[in-house]
């Protein structure tokens, strides 16, 4: 199933765009807060202020002096705002050598009359009953050509509110806005990376020798790369397949001249005077042979190639040479369990991993008393063991430490061409299996260990 928000690593092209659509969404966001921010405020500065214009004018045209000369409105204000105790929003009517007149909302304080000092309607922030105000005013000649002075004001306050509570309410929705642009990008980032790691999890495939080739179809941009990397993969294995070729070739051929070589020395050494030439001849000789066999067995297994596909069913595999080898050494009695391991496979070549084992159940039939086991078993981790045991007299530590050179034999009474340890360590090391030879307290042990690499789980 495609992964879509996986946490991005350090350095990943994942963490780039993540850091790159993070700054473009701040950026994004911000220019529209505050020009939004900007552009409200004016609007509402100005419909604030055209309103307190058109107030103050309708107090003007609703006051008159009465009969006693005294000041009063013709009827009410229409906003009831100028009625109700500190509410904010107040208004002044005063004539010298007149009672003045305010508004009911008015209970304490007195508008500064200053502003209303000619016909034009002016403004500008006083301090008013209840803190700063934003106050407008002008004058007009009275009956007898007094000035009167009307002014009205609203706090400051009021319009910060308005001001103050769209500002929240933008800034809440912005940061929803930016979240869920944030989660969108990131999809879109999953989305567009998604086909890089279908590449690697089919490189993974290859690795561990489930796949051929890089499978799937990819991007045009991701297409070329898994086509020449597959190309490159085909032309690898063919070059070492021709390559193991002819090395099992030019062994072959140097087999026959070798074989004339070492007869015609074996003669010589029964002539008088030649005996020393005809010796070190045939010692050359047999190291020679030694060469051509440890590199034909070479040749003969893949070591070295990936595991292409290939696995290696236990205990199947070890089934055959069991029987083979009991036919081999029929006085001794060969035994195998997998307990745990049921069915498992290991991803190495099964014609190699045969081979190894041969090897080392050969010398334990050659050197038991009486039995040799074969002994499997599986961990949680991926991680299999087998043993080899048998019952025999083992090595010495020298013998030991000198077991896995090419052509070493420690006992000459039993046939064999000292090839096999070598050959196991060889083919051991190209499978990444961990070999180790130990004498038991009842006999001796090789055993060999497969750890599955990281990227395998
Ligand atoms: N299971 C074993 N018990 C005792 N000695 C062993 C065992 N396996 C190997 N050796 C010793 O290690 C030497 C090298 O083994 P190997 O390389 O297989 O050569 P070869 O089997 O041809 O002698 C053997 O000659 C033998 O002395
Ligand atoms: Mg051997």
Redesign the pocket.
Known sequence: MMRLFQRPLPGSLRLRFLLAITVWVVLGISAIWLSATSIFRTHVEHSYHEELEVHVRELGGLTRVNNDGKLELVRPLSDPRYIEPLSGFYWQITADGREPLRSASMTRGTLDEQIAHSPQILHKLENGPTGPAITYGFTRKGPKGEDIHFVIATDQSELNRLLDSFTRDLTLWLVMLGLLLLATGLAIISFGLHPLDRLAQATARLRRGEAQELEGNYPAEIAPLAENLNAYIKQNSEMIARARVQAGNLAHSLRTPLAVITDEAERMASRKGCAESARTLLDQGRAMEQQIEYQLARARSSAGQPAVGQVTRIPDVALPIINAMQRLHPDKQFHCEAAGCGMRTIPVDTVDFAELLS?LLD??G??ARQSVGLAFSCDGHGTLTAIIT?D????SAD?LAS?FELG????PA?P???????IARDIAHDLKLELTLRNETDG?SATLVYRPARSDS
Do not use: C, P, Y
Request: glycine share 20%; hydrophobic share 45%.
């Open positions: 090897i010398n334990a050659k050197w048998d025999g007299a083992g090595m013998e077991a070493v034999r420690h006992d039993k064999g061409s000292g090839l096999g340890l070598a001796f």
